[in-house]
């Protein structure tokens, strides 16, 4: 999908990374920490941690890696601690639907693992979904909801979207550049590059999409290997580290739910962001609710005790 990347951008100034830096530049910046890992160090341990893609070490990564280390040091450490809330989510749907492990970097790229990114031009949640692809993929969207900020029903829309993308053009680093280009933007430079390798015809995609596979490149590196750069995850509550999802038919406020369960109501609108007006709304197909894992048993006894009504279904652990 076509559209620029304006929340990561805004957070941690990856707008430096559109911009082409030299490799003269680049080692300058890194000759001036001796402790610093080489090229090749950088090279080795990204490739153990690349999985379906193909990832390439270039000059300019290491300025882009300084991006996430040193210059936006501050912001990836918070999403080193949005990983514990949102990766489990989504490498559980990886597993259930038999898809690489790898494709929760892109997350990282798009949002910042944040689920309230909006971009410029309307791409919202983890995985910055526009309006026309997220309904393509069963997501609502109203005055009520917006199910893109859902962690559990966006990821299952965008691994819809990315298998779709990998079936299409049959290599997921492809799929992924397409993720931000659209599938019309690889096919048309696969014809033009005469190719199916994205580094054999990388110079017939938009600069935007070139820079993208070496952000996600950056981003495999960093999220595996932010250890060895003296960085640590922002302290995350421990209520939103272990959760579980149930699906609910009634309407229901966020403030019945705290009185009820005595969740704060913070808790409760980050783990829910999706509802607009802090209220899950009727729904006969179900909405989700998703809640700290050890309030989940006392949620239940409450819907169906007090909640639910002879029209509607009661909820199970």
């Not at 920490?33 to 341990?45: D, F, G, M, Q």
């Not at 949005?82 to 929760?104: D, G, S």
């Not at 999220?223 to 509550?237: I, P, R, V």
């Not at 966020?254 to 808790?267: H, V």
């Given at each position: 999908?076509?559209?620029?990347?304006?929340?990561?951008?805004?957070?941690?100034?990856?707008?430096?990374?559109?911009?082409?830096?030299?490799?003269?530049?680049?080692?300058?910046?890194?000759?001036t920490?001796?402790?610093?890992?080489?090229?090749?160090?950088?090279?080795?341990?990204m490739?153990?941690?690349?999985?379906?893609?193909?990832?390439?070490?270039?000059?300019?990564?290491?300025y882009?890696?300084?991006?996430?280390?040193?210059?936006?040091?501050?912001?990836?450490?918070?999403?080193?601690g949005?990983?514990?809330?949102?990766?489990?989510?989504?490498?559980?749907?990886?597993?259930?639907?038999?898809?690489?492990?790898?494709?929760?970097y892109?997350?990282?790229?798009e949002?910042?693992?944040?689920?309230?990114?909006?971009?410029?031009?309307?791409a919202?949640?983890?995985?910055?979904?526009?309006?026309?692809?997220?309904?393509?993929?069963?997501?609502?969207?109203?005055?009520?909801?917006?199910?893109?900020?859902?962690?559990?029903?966006?990821?299952?829309?965008?691994?819809?979207?990315?298998t779709?993308?990998?079936?299409?053009?049959?290599?997921?680093?492809?799929?992924?550049?397409?993720?931000?280009?659209?599938?019309?933007?690889?096919?048309?430079?696969?014809?033009?590059?005469?190719?199916?390798?994205?580094?054999?015809?990388?110079?017939?995609?938009?600069?935007?999409?070139?820079?993208?596979i070496?952000?996600?490149?950056?981003?495999?590196?960093?999220?595996?290997?932010?250890?060895?750069?003296?960085?640590?995850?922002?302290?995350?509550?421990?209520l939103?580290?272990f959760?579980?999802v149930?699906?609910?038919y009634?309407?229901?406020s966020?403030?019945?739910?705290?009185?009820?369960?005595?969740?704060?109501?913070?808790?409760i609108?980050?783990?829910?962001?999706?509802?607009?007006?802090?209220?899950?709304?009727?729904?006969?197909?179900?909405?989700?609710l998703?809640?700290?894992?050890?309030?989940?048993?006392?949620f239940?006894?409450?819907?169906?005790?007090?909640?639910?009504?002879?029209?509607?279904?009661?909820i199970?652990?």
């Open positions: 999908m076509i559209r620029l990347l304006s929340t990561l951008t805004n957070t941690i100034g990856l707008l430096l990374l559109s911009q082409t830096i030299s490799a003269n530049s680049s080692n300058l910046l890194f000759t920490n001796p402790t610093a890992p080489t090229s090749l160090e950088i090279k080795n341990k490739l153990k941690k690349a999985g379906v893609f193909d990832l390439r070490f270039t000059e300019e990564m290491r882009e890696i300084e991006n996430y280390t040193i210059r936006g040091k501050k912001t990836t450490q918070k999403i080193i949005r990983a514990r809330i949102y990766f489990p989510i989504i490498e559980n749907y990886l597993q259930a639907y038999n898809l690489p492990n790898e494709l929760k892109i997350t990282v790229i949002s910042a693992l944040d689920p309230n990114a909006r971009s410029s031009v309307g919202v949640g983890l995985w910055q979904l526009m309006p026309a692809t997220a309904r393509r993929y069963g997501l609502i969207i109203n005055s009520q909801v917006d199910e893109r900020r859902d962690p559990h029903k966006s990821t299952q829309a965008a691994l819809k979207y990315l779709f993308l990998h079936e299409l053009l049959g290599d997921w680093t492809l799929a992924a550049a397409a993720y931000n280009c659209g599938g019309g933007g690889v096919q048309k430079a696969m014809r033009l590059g005469k190719g199916n390798d994205f580094w054999a015809i990388k110079a017939h995609f938009p600069s935007q999409t070139q820079h993208y070496n952000r996600l490149a950056c981003a495999v590196y960093v999220m595996n290997y932010y250890k060895d750069y003296g960085l640590q995850a922002t302290d995350t509550h421990y939103m580290q959760t579980k149930a699906t609910i009634n309407e229901l966020f403030q019945q739910i705290s009185q009820a369960l005595d969740i704060p109501m913070p808790i609108k980050k783990l829910n962001p999706s509802y607009k007006k802090q209220i899950i709304p009727d729904s006969t197909a179900g909405n989700y998703i809640l700290p894992k050890m309030k989940m048993g006392s239940i006894n409450y819907y169906n005790n007090f909640v639910v009504t002879a029209s509607s279904s009661v199970r652990g």
